[in-house]
């Protein structure tokens, strides 16, 4: 069975240094990975995907992430934190067998500031 | 391009009662899946469907119902609501099946429920 790990349940960054939240995973089979944010009183949106093609992966609004098998890994950075990045973050894990069930995190909220 | 709409946003209910959460997905998405989020711990699947007519158990099924008898629709039952049921209610739907496993997630707005 698989299972999400987001080892921070809050991150707080100042605008324009870093962002980088944390993300293990756990599956029996080679899994699909997701970043999804959700802002305020919204469902949640697809950051990017890793789908089993090049381990490292672009999406919306300056997010990268970075597959690491021998890791179990899949943390989530952006360069530069904008205001607007403020939000709650969800890693997500799909195993590529005809499974049907993908499985969240408890998902990081970032703070950013000032 | 409505996606994936979910009616009620809203709902108070008192110990016992039943009530229906209602999902339509204008996409001909062949996956439906019901989550609840709880502060702390995430998304938790509830149920899921591959298809009209069939409908399987996620993380945390006890106490819902579903049923599949539309490629657009996927209503989730509380047939005698609880105070542990209080909680956001998510839908979403996905076109990917089969190898890739559920693929993107599309997601409604959500549906707060209050049980007293």
């Known amino acids: 069975a698989q299972s999400v790990t987001q080892l921070d349940s809050h991150v707080s960054v100042s605008e324009g240094t870093p962002v980088l939240l944390r993300c293990n995973y756990s599956?029996?089979?080679?899994?699909?990975l997701f970043w999804y944010v959700q802002h305020p009183n919204k469902g949640l949106q697809l950051l990017l995907k890793?789908?089993?093609?090049?381990?490292l992966v672009k999406g919306i609004n300056g997010f990268e992430a970075e597959f690491k098998k021998s890791e179990t890994s899949f943390h989530l950075t952006k360069p530069s934190a904008h205001m607007s990045d403020a939000a709650e973050y969800f890693c997500?894990?799909?195993?590529?067998?005809?499974?049907?069930?993908?499985?969240f995190g408890a998902g990081t909220r970032l703070f950013v500031k000032a | 391009n409505a996606g994936v709409t979910q009616t009620p946003k809203f709902q108070v209910l008192k110990t016992g009662q039943s009530m229906t959460l209602q999902c339509a997905q204008d996409?001909?998405?062949?996956?439906m899946s019901w989550y609840r989020q709880d502060p702390g711990m995430g998304l938790r699947l509830i149920h899921y469907?591959?298809?009209?007519?069939?409908?399987d158990q996620g993380e945390v099924p006890n106490g819902y119902n579903v049923s599949r008898s539309t490629t657009e629709d996927f209503p989730l039952r509380l047939l005698s609501a609880a105070p542990s049921q209080t909680s956001v209610y998510f839908c979403?739907?996905?076109?990917?099946?089969?190898?890739?496993?559920?693929?993107?997630?599309?997601f409604g707005e959500g549906s707060r429920l209050t049980v007293l």
């Open positions: 979403a739907s996905s076109e990917e099946l089969i190898w890739r496993g559920t693929g993107e997630l599309f």
């Open positions: 599956s029996s089979y080679s899994p699909s």
């Open positions: 890793y789908t089993s093609a090049a381990t």
């Open positions: 997500a894990v799909s195993e590529n067998t005809g499974g049907f069930k993908t499985i």
């Open positions: 996409m001909n998405h062949e996956y």
């Open positions: 469907s591959v298809g009209a007519g069939i409908t």
